[in-house]
């Protein structure tokens, strides 16, 4: 029961790098997030999607893109890494107003 | 925009004491959820608050909603090492679709 799996776990960029994370749910949820979290800040919401092909913009959504081809995925792009950008990025899924299921994290760090 | 101010932001206390932590905000929320955070891991719901007033209790912890559905708390009784985490809440809005999250209390039980 693999519930949400983020890959990767760790990066390390150098600024203007691109890279893509990746999150994949097993438990057939409409909704997935993608959130960073920082000391002191809590969760902050990047962008989220309610269905297959749909993504609107969270609190936070200046330099990441997101893609929802198909239900079970949801990807977070970085197209051009700054050291702002270092955090602790967490995907979640929930059926729509439920719980979230979190993954465990990928660790992004920009040089 | 709705913002979740939780406090204290850090507590450290000692194993058989009880505490409290606050989740506060000047927005209302259709439910406010309780979420805990261990090092290295993904948060995990602790308990959904829906009902202005509810009281929920899960084994030694309390979870009240207000009655203007705008703050919570979060009791714990007789603390165990066990509890030690980043407790955050979160509020939904009324389509179930964005969560709010408050920036945690870190717990830390001596034992």
């Known amino acids: 029961n693999a519930g949400v799996t983020q890959t990767p776990k760790f990066r390390v960029l150098k600024t203007g790098q691109s890279m893509t994370l990746l999150c994949a749910q097993d438990m057939n949820h409409e909704y997935m997030y993608w959130y960073r979290q920082d000391p002191g800040m809590g969760l902050r919401l990047i962008h989220y999607s309610v269905g297959e092909g749909t993504t609107a913009k969270g609190e936070v959504p200046d330099g990441y893109n997101v893609s929802r081809l198909k239900k079970q995925n949801f990807l977070l792009g970085l197209e051009s890494a700054a050291p702002s950008q270092t955090s602790v990025y967490f995907c979640a899924s929930s059926y729509g107003g439920g719980e979230l299921f979190f993954g465990e994290g990928s660790r992004l760090t920009v040089l | 925009t709705q913002l979740l101010e939780q406090s204290p932001q850090f507590l450290s206390i000692q194993e058989g004491e009880n505490l409290t932590v606050y989740c506060n905000s000047s927005?209302?929320?259709?439910?406010l959820q309780w979420y805990r955070q261990e090092p290295g891991e993904g948060p995990v719901l602790l308990v959904t608050?829906?009902?202005?007033?509810e009281v929920k209790k899960l084994k030694r912890l309390t979870f009240q909603f207000g009655d203007a559905r705008k703050d919570s708390s979060l009791h714990i009784t007789a603390a165990q090492p066990g509890d030690t985490g980043l407790y955050l809440c979160?509020?939904?809005?009324?389509?179930?679709?964005?969560?709010?999250f408050g920036p945690g209390t870190r717990l830390s039980v001596l034992p």
């Open positions: 979160a509020g939904t809005d009324n389509y179930g679709q964005n969560f709010v």
């Open positions: 608050v829906v009902t202005g007033g």
């Open positions: 927005s209302v929320f259709s439910s």
